[in-house]
């Protein structure tokens, strides 16, 4: 069937990853330069040495940067740079070969675009692959613009035994009514197919809230010692048998295992870390007050603030710096004058 052969594409796909990371230790690094083209910009961003002092006490940020969606991880970096005094180091994670694609039959270059982009999703479950000499870190998307600083999210305290800090989708009263207006799932309904076995002597009641994972902190000691990785990767081999996952997923294909391992295993974000849904809709709009006060903004959905039509557009493009090699650029209306 057409389901079982993306998910065997999938499947490869993720294999090959984790090779990849495995063979890369040493990740990408992209530094933004001091040169004259960025400091003559409004938010030129500060930028780190290279070298991580062990005495100074440091955030690491994971990001993953596909090559169409790279001006997309600049205006992240950007945004968190000019809202915090910390020193930052940001391991960028991108493909650094070419998978021999061709070796699947991929008949529209779109799938190939969401195969690729669905590699990258998976990087998160491989936080302890990455060479992290760090207790732990922060894991960012690309479509999200930091507005607080990034210290205080990465100093909150996590509860004894949780490996990972996420946002649940059931917090901040104050969006419910536009994530209802937009039909986003907001319970793990929504993400895995209760009509299969597997799913339901997982004894999770399908009306539980489930989080969104574009952002979280994780405890890289603890993941490893709960053995994370092991047990994402059980999950999505079980999806590969049996599609676990339900049609209707309100979410990326990384997120339901996510669901699963962590159902009453994480510590809760404070909801003002990771306003979302922000990309769901051309249309919906959160206040203007509401926005002002969020720490962190996260565009998950097709309308992307760097394409049109989306909305909050202005938040997002104070961050943006323009690529001097004009690869990425803004997708705006065109002016009637």
Request: aromatic content about 12%.
């Amino acid at each position: 069937s057409p389901c079982a052969s993306v998910n065997r594409v999938l499947l490869v796909l993720l294999v090959l990853l984790v090779f990849t990371l495995s063979v890369f230790r040493k990740l990408l690094i992209i530094l933004l330069g001091d040169s004259d083209h960025w400091k003559s910009l409004g938010h030129a961003a500060r930028v780190p040495s290279g070298r991580v002092s062990e005495a100074e006490p440091v955030v690491p940020v994971v990001i993953c940067a596909s090559e169409e969606r790279i001006g997309a991880t600049m205006a992240v970096i950007n945004s968190v740079y000019s809202n915090t005094d910390a020193s930052v180091f940001f391991y960028i994670v991108t493909l650094m070969i070419a998978y021999p694609l061709d070796l699947f039959f991929l008949s529209h270059e779109t799938l190939i675009t969401l195969v690729l982009v669905l590699q990258l999703n998976f990087v998160r479950f491989y936080l302890p692959l990455l060479d992290i000499k760090h207790k732990r870190v922060i894991y960012l998307d690309d479509d999200v613009i930091v507005q607080g600083d990034i210290k205080d999210l990465f100093n909150m305290k996590l509860k004894p035994g949780h490996a990972a800090a996420f946002s649940t989708d059931c917090d901040l009263p104050s969006t419910h009514e536009m994530v209802r207006s937009i039909g986003m799932q907001t319970t793990y309904m929504g993400f895995l197919d209760y009509r299969k076995e597997e799913v339901r002597d997982l004894g999770i009641d399908p009306r539980d809230c489930s989080f969104n994972p574009g952002v979280f902190v994780a405890d890289v000691s603890e993941w490893k010692k709960q053995k994370i990785t092991k047990q994402l990767e059980k999950w999505m081999e079980e999806n590969f048998r049996t599609n676990i996952y339900s049609s209707a997923m309100a979410g990326g294909v990384a997120t339901p295992p996510m669901l699963i391992v962590f159902h009453d295993k994480y510590t809760t974000l404070d909801p003002l870390w990771h306003v979302r849904h922000m990309g769901w809709s051309p249309d919906a709009r959160y206040s203007e007050r509401f926005l002002e006060e969020a720490h962190l903004l996260h565009w998950n959905g097709p309308f992307k603030p760097w394409h049109y039509p989306a909305v909050h557009l202005d938040l997002w493009e104070r961050w943006f710096i323009p690529d001097p090699s004009r690869k990425f650029s803004l997708v705006r209306p065109k002016s009637n004058s």
